[in-house]
Nanobody
Framework: QVTLVESGGGLVHPGGSLTLSCAAF????????MGWFRQAPGKEREFVAV????????DYTDSVRGRFTISRDNAKNAMSLQMNSLKPEDTAVYFC????????????????????WGQGTQVTVSS
């Protein structure tokens, strides 16, 4: 059984920073595209960031580009999302997800592209 576990969420003031982590248990994820999504109350799950299997390709939704950085450490079977200059509109439950073994250049923003999800970690940005 493969599981993804997110951690690092919490309450932070606007302008602050958080680093989210995603750990995989039960299987190596080194050969797969990985992504971060988020879901705010009453809204659909939305794409945040994606990274390919070796970390050489990454992309972000426009609203976080320049503020968030996705990275991965295949030796530790883990992935991170460094979030800086946080805004109240970043408040959501953040999920990590496992994608395909190739880089889905035309569909990485779609939740349906990913076949394994963590349980999520809450990020609240508020003064």
């Amino acid at each position: 059984q493969v599981t993804l576990v997110e951690s690092g969420g919490g309450l932070v003031h606007p302008g602050g920073s958080l680093t989210l982590s995603c750990a995989a248990f039960g299987r190596t994820l080194s050969g797969y595209t990985m992504g971060w999504f988020r879901q705010a109350p009453g809204k659909e799950r939305e794409f945040v960031a994606v990274i390919n299997w070796n970390g050489e390709l990454a992309d972000y939704t426009d609203s976080v580009r320049g503020r968030f950085t996705i990275s991965r450490d295949n030796a530790k079977n883990a992935m991170s999302l460094q979030m800086n200059s946080l805004k109240p509109e970043d408040t959501a439950v953040y999920f990590c997800a496992k994608g395909p073994s190739y880089y889905p250049v035309n569909s990485y923003y779609r939740p349906g592209t990913y076949d394994l999800w963590g349980q999520g970690t809450q990020v609240t940005v508020s003064s």
